[in-house]
């Protein structure tokens, strides 16, 4: 299990690249044919990379419930993720059965217990890349499919920032306790997201870019939006965004990312747009 502390921006000020991608990149978030986890003490927001095996089903083993400190790891915790293999994914959740094609959504309530996950189709797979956060209550487990996520077109060409915004779990779709999360998708031709940059210190981020072509990468940038530093963050690689830091991306090509979050609110729109001008 990875752990990732959470720390004062004074000192991630004072870090070098080495030390900065140590707590802010994930750089391996799947495993193949295997369940990989990383623990971050921003809001207790976990991400994991659930890609099976060509044969065989995959379950939580019992270090995840050990490191929540539960009997099984759901039982005081929900999951959210998003399916971005080339087939659908089977999942079955105390005896409930779901079936999450690429680009649909995946929700699991607090209380889940046995649950696997296994490839429809070996020869497509599929690979749920997936955020966990603490939960208060049982909400149904449930797919999300991609016209349900409320699409909102963003940005311009001009600014080289037209993309779409997808919001599977949130509110207006379904009820959740803490995990709002989506995918953002930008157009050819258009490199930028989430700037004007913005913060919220009352929830965390963590953004994980994918279809990123080989030989690019996303300058994804962080910190207070006074002192930014930069991520050089390459595909299938996520970044943890703590409340006090800015995060938006340039890449060297068009890319799609997945958002989630944690924390006090669940109001997507809460957020504290920075001027232009003051990022330094
Ligand atoms: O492209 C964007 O802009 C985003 O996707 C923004 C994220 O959704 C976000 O930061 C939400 O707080
Ligand atoms: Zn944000």
Redesign the pocket.
Known sequence: MDIRHAIHPDQAEALDTAGLRRHFLIDTVFDEGGIRATYSHYDRMMVLGIAPAAAGALAFDAALAKVAGSEFFLERRELGGINIGAGPLRVTADGESFTVAPQEALYLGMGARDVTFANVDPSRPARLYANSAPAHSRHPSRVVRQEEASPQP?GALETSNK?T?FKYLHPGVLPTCQIVM?L?RLEGGSVW??MPA?T?DRRM?SYFYFEVPAESFVLHLMGRPEETRHLMVRNEQAVLSPPWSI?SGAGTGSYA?I?A?AGDNQS?AD?DFVPMGELR
């Open positions: 963003m993309r915004i989506g953002t997201n989430t913005h919220h981020e995060h990312f958002w979050m997507f957020m």
